[in-house]
């Protein structure tokens, strides 16, 4: 049984003050749950506003220029006590049960680690988030896991996303938390671990939080980079990974060769140009037919194709960086405050 009334941690990590993080602990504030506290990890604590600072419910601590990682750990050794750690970025809002849903999950499944939900987006009245939003419900960005970014069913998984997750404390007792090595795919590793450890992961439809993306173009672009960058770390980390994970995350670096190099194939074989030209089109066919059935209005369609080329091929060029050993500055290319005065 769920001990009564369990005490979360809630774990917000950011760099700079923005609206959307205001939003975000204005939003967990206002749960419908009431033994929690909530930890705000800047670099700088002078990056928090006085009231925050004052208020009872809130801790702050400094961390100085550190990874995401590395913050969210030393949340959760600062409160070692807590029974269940929630994690959500500084630029999502969490619904109203949000801990309640959670909580009710691990009470259903003693082996339950994990617990995380749909992180959907907002409604936007701007084109560049809203069609960020259609292509990230697309097969073609989120693959098998696009679900998630939409209302969906409850199930067993194989990963979780740091934006949305609740960690027990068991957890954390047994394989410690996240791999401060990893610039992205943290999350991933650490749900690797809890079944690899014969515990569960699972997707309670109800945890839901609503997750603001990167608008598009530049934007979108950097994450989507920083993503495959950091899951080509990832794959040289981490043995045991199945092989279909392998392929289906390695698909965008073979697109963008594909893309890039494919056509010299007609110095080679007329034939190999002509097959490489038909899965090409079959690709392109693809990204068109995506972008008409995941838009919700029909003059956004032509830049939700656009959304979707680069939601799929960004990680392709992050993990060619990272192959080809060029350096990036995460910090720079992973964040969320960019242009916030245009959301609505």
Not at 52 to 78: C, D, H, W
Not at 97 to 109: P, Q, V, Y
Not at 122 to 150: C, H, M, N, Q, T
Not at 315 to 328: D, E, H, K, S
Request: net charge positive; proline share 3%.
């Amino acid at each position: 049984m769920l001990k009564e009334n369990p005490f979360v941690c809630i774990i917000i990590p950011f760099t700079r003050w923005n609206r959307l993080l205001d939003e975000c602990i204005q939003s967990v504030l206002n749960l419908s749950y009431d033994n929690y506290v909530i930890t705000l990890l800047p670099d700088q604590k002078d990056e928090v506003p006085g009231h925050y600072k004052k208020n009872p419910g809130i801790r702050v601590i400094e961390t100085q220029k550190s990874g995401i990682s590395f913050k969210r750990n030393l949340a959760i050794q600062y409160f070692n006590q807590a029974d269940y750690y929630a994690c959500i970025d500084s630029d999502a809002t969490a619904d109203t049960n949000w801990i309640r849903s959670a909580l009710k999950a691990f009470e259903n499944d003693r082996d339950i680690w994990l617990v995380g939900g749909p992180d959907i987006a907002p409604e936007y009245k701007d084109i560049s988030w809203r069609v960020v939003a259609s292509a990230e419900r697309s097969f073609l960005v989120g693959g098998e896991r696009s679900y998630r970014k939409r209302l969906s069913s409850s199930r067993y998984v194989d990963d979780l996303r740091s934006s949305n997750l609740f960690i027990k404390r068991e957890c954390i007792d047994s394989l410690g938390g996240f791999d401060e090595n990893l610039i992205a795919a943290e999350d991933v590793a650490l749900s690797r671990k809890v079944l690899q450890s014969g515990k569960k992961l699972f997707f309670s439809g109800d945890t839901i939080v609503f997750h603001h993306n990167r608008s598009l173009f530049k934007p979108y672009l950097k994450q989507k980079i920083t993503l495959g960058y950091g899951v080509f770390n990832f794959f040289n980390a981490y043995s045991g990974i199945p092989l279909k994970t392998r392929v289906l995350w390695s698909l965008p670096m073979v697109m963008v060769i594909l893309l890039m190099l494919g056509w010299l194939s007609i110095w080679i074989d007329i034939r190999l140009f002509y097959l490489w030209a038909g899965c090409i089109s079959l690709y392109l066919l693809a990204v068109m037919q995506q972008g008409i059935s995941n838009s919700h209005v029909i003059t956004d369609i032509p830049l939700t194709w656009i959304a979707i080329l680069v939601g799929n091929l960004g990680p392709g060029i992050g993990f060619w960086l990272a192959l080809l050993r060029v350096r990036i500055r995460a910090e720079k290319f992973y964040k969320n405050y960019e242009r916030i005065s245009r959301l609505s």
